[in-house]
């Protein structure tokens, strides 16, 4: 067996005439980078579930993405994390909701999955099993980043002034990924820090096995990223499962589908990445980009941004420079 590995840095990109150059760049050596430790996990025979945790901790970890240290801000000035992990084994799953503090909010999640008899944990009941289980803390200068900052404060003037825009990289960003390993085992985990100027208090897809973060060795890995209310209504990551369980179609198909057909049709912008039993890739989106990665062990590997969407193995999907 082979290994498969999908990133993603959330759909939420900075439309393409606003990017500037440096800043393509930075991203996707960050993309790169971040694949490249994920990658070394699933190639030294390591199991889905500590690729996938790997993988957003990193994420987590890069300023860039919206999770962890680069979390955006509520509406009241303040940080607030969501994450999950699910592994496809038996689908034990561990999430928190509305946190702030561990370093990474994906090790506070994974914490409650294995520490715990719960799957979602909220406020102090949270931060108790991420001390517990000897996690690194941050204080409020770690995670404050001047972009998200100022990215508040012109949020702020835009909605007092009536002029709020529909900009995409402000309604969502999130961090994820999905592997499967040597063994033919599926994880999926997602990050996030919300949407700029949410209301405190909200939480998304992201924490919610089914909605933003599913797995299941009979079928797929799925970590989503977009307008979390509607992924959530459509129950998005597991209607995938559905769709392959009971309607028989493949993974591909049921991603597509779900993504460019019953969300975008409902306002649900934004895309998510999926793996299947056999470490089959679908990548799809329905906005302008998504910040993505894969690698197929033996197959094709590379990272992009901007449409089209395309899934690892099509001559668009294998194009790094997309």
């Known amino acids: 067996m082979t290994y498969s590995l999908a990133i993603h840095g959330g759909a939420g990109v900075i439309s393409r005439d606003r990017m ?28 889905a579930l500590d690729a996938v945790t790997a993988t957003v901790a990193a994420l987590e970890d890069e300023p860039l993405f919206n999770a962890g240290r680069g979390a955006v801000f509520t509406s009241a000035g303040a940080q607030e994390m969501d994450a999950a992990i699910m592994d496809g084994r038996d689908r034990r799953a561990g999430a928190v909701a509305g946190i702030f503090g561990p370093r990474n909010p994906i090790r506070a999640a994974r914490a409650v999955m294995e520490r715990t008899d719960h799957v979602l944990m909220i406020g102090q009941g949270a931060l108790d099993v991420a001390r517990d289980a000897a996690l690194p803390f941050e204080g409020a200068a770690y995670f404050r980043t001047e972009a998200r900052w100022d990215a508040l404060q012109e949020t702020l003037r835009q909605m007092a002034a009536g002029t709020l825009d529909d900009d995409p990289a402000r309604r969502h960003g999130t961090v994820g990924a999905v592997a499967r390993d040597r063994d033919g085992h599926l994880a999926a985990a997602t990050s996030t820090g919300g949407m700029t100027a949410k209301r405190p208090g909200r939480v998304g897809d992201s924490p919610i096995p089914g909605a933003g973060t599913f797995a299941c060795d009979a079928t797929c890995a799925v970590s989503a990223t977009g307008d979390g209310e509607v992924f959530i209504r459509w129950a998005a990551a597991h209607e995938i499962d559905a769709r392959m369980r009971l309607g028989g179609q493949d993974c591909a198909t049921a991603a597509h589908g779900i993504v460019m057909g019953d969300l975008h049709a409902n306002g649900g912008s934004g895309g998510l990445i999926a793996v299947d ?20 062990e033996g197959g ?23």
């Open 300 to 322: 094709p590997r590379g990272v992009a941004i901007y449409g089209p969407a395309a899934d690892p193995g099509t001559d668009s999907g294998t194009d790094s420079g997309t």
């Open 20 to 47: 500037a150059e440096g800043a393509e760049r930075a991203h996707r050596a960050a993309l790169e980078r971040i694949l490249a430790e994920g990658e070394a996990v699933l190639a030294a025979g390591g199991s």
């Open 277 to 296: 039993r056999d470490g089959r890739i679908a990548l799809p989106f329905n906005c302008e980009g998504m910040y993505r990665g894969w690698t197929i």
